[in-house]
């Protein structure tokens, strides 16, 4: 590892610090000159993805392992609006097997759960942030690069993606397919037809780090696509601590949309993305239901 970070970067790696593990193991790189860099390593293998990421390949179009040679156009927002750093891209390389990317390090502090810090102004700029992407309207779906989508198609080929994993993952809960076939099947496609911008569809608090109270930079590029706002919106609902603070970030750039529509479905794709357990259905599509 430290001899492919070396040949990428062309300096010489003092140090090498494992960060987190998730779908990528992330880790520290400190060069012998002090400068900081951020080495990711897809963890998954292409041929065995988790149900979060087979849903995205499926849905999306997105390729799991290459997906960070694609968020030049996130970085470009982030640059733009000036609200939060991101992580640049400096190289790509080889560990083992595996692509391996490097991107500048984003000082800050990391965070652990789901939920947000319990700050006001963290929530605000998250609203804000979030707002500010939605803004950046399409027409069709799919990668940060490739829209191939109509917008009519996002349901069915969500539910398509939600039937498979259902039958591999949920076969022990026959209630979980059950409101699948009742409730998920009868979806108005049309409810997402409209707000195409880039979201990321598994967003939450550990995929940022803080400063001072405030939301110093977002450091998890891997999961951004184009899709529904909405679905961005019912998971970033789930996460937040400080919900009235959310909400003023977000509408001093745009109203937020009526939840009723959209909630119970995006929440039930979130259960399933679990990929098994024992969940309350009931408590996990109406807790945390802040907005109406």
């Known amino acids: 590892m430290r001899a492919s970070s070396e040949k990428a970067l062309g300096e010489t790696v003092a140090s090498v610090g494992l960060v987190a593990k998730n779908s ?8 012998a000159t002090g400068v900081r860099y951020s080495l990711r390593v897809p963890l998954l293998s292409p041929s065995s993805l988790s149900p979060f990421w087979q849903y995205m390949q499926d849905t999306f ?8 040679l694609g968020v030049d156009p996130i970085l470009r927002a982030a640059d733009e609006d000036r609200l939060v750093q991101a992580p640049r891209p400096v190289a790509s390389t080889t560990v083992g097997d595996r692509p391996a990317y490097i991107f500048t ?8 759960p789901d ?3 319990d700050s006001g102004q963290v929530h605000e700029q998250l609203g804000e942030y979030v707002a500010r992407l939605h803004l950046r309207a399409h027409d069709r779906y799919g990668t940060l690069t490739e829209q191939a989508f109509d917008p009519t198609e996002f349901v069915a080929r969500t539910n398509a993606s939600m039937r498979r994993t259902i039958s ?3 076969t022990h809960r026959p209630d979980i397919g059950t409101w699948f076939e009742r409730h998920a099947t009868a979806m108005d496609p049309d409810v997402f037809s409209g707000n195409l911008a880039p979201i990321m569809p598994d967003i939450s608090g550990n995929q940022f780090v803080y400063r001072d109270g ?3 930079g977002v450091v998890d590029l891997d999961s951004y696509v184009v899709g529904p706002r909405e679905l961005e919106l019912a998971v970033v609902e789930t996460c937040l601590t400080r919900p009235e603070d ?15 529509e959209f909630r119970a479905y995006c929440r039930f794709w979130m259960l399933v993305c679990e ?3 024992n969940p309350d259905v009931d408590e996990f599509l109406t807790s945390r239901a802040y907005f109406t």
């Not at 990528?24 to 060069?31: H, S």
């Not at 390090?105 to 652990?112: H, I, K, P, R």
């Not at 003023?248 to 937020?256: I, N």
């Open 24 to 31: 990528n193991v992330l880790y520290r790189l400190e060069t």
């Open 61 to 68: 179009g997105l390729r799991y392992g290459h997906q960070l």
């Open 105 to 112: 390090w984003v000082e800050g502090t990391a965070w652990e």
């Open 115 to 117: 939920e947000f810090p």
């Open 168 to 170: 591999r993952f949920w």
């Open 214 to 216: 405030t939301l110093a």
């Open 246 to 260: 959310f909400r003023r970030g977000y509408e001093s750039v745009l109203p937020l949309p009526r939840f009723e």
């Open 275 to 277: 990929g098994g357990g």
